[in-house]
């Protein structure tokens, strides 16, 4: 009876083996395709809060593909310093076009007064 039993468990093993492994040509799991990483980051406007929440990397074998990881952290940063760039632009205009207002002597005429020249 040990023995009957034994057997029985070795044959039913070996069933659930081959059929997850996919004995035959009538393979049971597919062959998934490798994730290959499409760039969703907008090429026309600038990068927005809602396309870097969006942003889905693919996954490898040992976690996310450097090159991808790389790619899309350079873009990341160019914008960045642009926008830097941008920011550091406007605030010297603002601040060039306040001290031309606080200078001018006409800051406290009245509109439709003319001035003391």
């Not at 049971?28 to 809060?49: N, T």
């Not at 870097?52 to 952290?73: I, K, N, T």
């Not at 306040?98 to 009245?110: E, G, M, N, R």
């Amino acid at each position: 009876m040990f023995l009957f039993l034994l057997i029985a468990m070795v044959v039913v093993v070996a069933a659930v083996t081959l059929a997850v492994v996919g004995g035959g040509d009538s393979a049971v799991l597919p062959e998934a395709s490798p994730e290959q990483f499409v760039d969703p980051l907008p090429e026309s406007r600038p990068v927005g809060r809602a396309d870097v929440e969006a942003l889905r990397l693919p996954v490898g074998a040992r976690g996310y593909r450097m090159a991808d990881v790389d790619d899309v952290l350079s873009r990341l940063g160019a914008e960045l310093a642009e926008r830097d760039a941008r920011i550091a632009e406007l605030e010297s205009a603002l601040a060039g076009a306040q001290a031309t207002a606080v200078s001018s002597p006409d800051l406290f005429k009245k509109p439709g007064e003319e001035s003391d020249r």
